[in-house]
């Protein structure tokens, strides 16, 4: 049986549950930053995903 898979799925669920709970606890106000936050956070690691893809 393999262990790497397992713990990286429990790190997965934690992460995910973590963001639940913290959308869950959150205002209306707060909701609308997070999403903004979070998409502008998505394009930056696109963005640094494929400046070290051009590098190899």
Same mark, same amino acid.
């Given at each position: 049986?393999?262990?790497?898979?397992?713990?990286?799925?429990?790190? #997965? &669920?934690?992460? /995910?549950?973590?963001?639940?709970?913290?959308?869950?606890?959150? *205002?209306?106000?707060?909701?609308?930053?997070l999403k903004?936050? #979070? &998409?502008?956070? /998505?394009?930056?690691?696109?963005?640094?995903?494929?400046?070290? *893809?051009?590098?190899?």
């Amino acid at each position: 049986m393999k262990v790497m898979p397992m713990i990286k799925g429990a790190a #997965a &669920g934690a992460a /995910v549950g973590t963001v639940c709970w913290i959308v869950s606890k959150s *205002s209306r106000r707060q909701r609308n930053s997070l999403k903004r936050n #979070a &998409g502008k956070t /998505v394009r930056s690691f696109i963005t640094v995903l494929g400046d070290l *893809s051009d590098m190899i």
